[in-house]
């Protein structure tokens, strides 16, 4: 699954919300929340990582996020600019064209029309999503069809993301090619 700025909406995928671990009450906290975001994300037991092992990017994407418009917290915006561009997040993708289709930019933000008009609780505000974000494998310029991803995963080397697929289905995080994937799977 990767985000797309070119897609129709008939096309969009779902996702889900998780609460931090800990309520980030500044960017020392969100920024922590993004390590462990960025570690699940690499199939990494927490606890076994070094300090140095500990980042929120790679070369084959990173964590960003997603204000909510309503927020007013400009700090914390600020502060995850300023950590985003100090650790080199964004220099770590490799290539010119990955960099032009990724949904994340160079301050570390989500270019995304995301609908904020959930239903929350009272008592729960949002001012930003963290969300992990891969780069976007394409075959020539266009997104790998479902044929091509089933194929893919039909390898040795492709079993693992067949696990990753079903555990994604199960929690409620869908593309649109889901139907169509499990059924060449």
């Not at 690499?42 to 076994?48: G, L, M, T, Y």
């Not at 915006?77 to 770590?92: E, I, P, Q, S, V």
Request: aromatic residues 10%; contains cysteine.
């Amino acid at each position: 699954m990767v985000y797309s700025t070119s897609l129709p909406e008939n096309q969009f995928g779902c996702g889900i919300v998780v609460p931090c671990k800990k309520r980030a009450s500044g960017i020392d906290d969100l920024v922590e929340e993004a390590k462990r975001l960025w570690a699940a994300e690499r199939n990494k037991e927490w606890d076994k990582l070094t300090a140095k092992q500990k980042k929120i990017s790679a070369d084959w994407g990173c964590v960003g996020i997603l204000k909510n418009p309503e927020s007013k917290s400009e700090e914390l915006l600020n502060g995850w600019t300023k950590h985003f561009c100090g650790a080199g997040c964004y220099d770590r993708l490799e290539g010119d064209k990955v960099k032009k289709s990724f949904v994340i930019d160079k301050s570390g933000c989500l270019n995304l029309n995301m609908h904020w008009d959930w239903k929350l609780g009272d008592d729960l505000h949002i001012d930003v999503l963290l969300a992990a974000a891969t780069v976007p494998n394409f075959d020539g310029d266009e997104y790998p069809t479902a044929k091509n991803i089933a194929d893919a995963w039909k390898t040795l080397k492709g079993k693992d993301h067949v696990d990753y697929f079903c555990k994604n289905r199960a929690y409620g995080i869908t593309t649109f090619q889901d139907n169509e994937i499990k059924k060449l799977i």
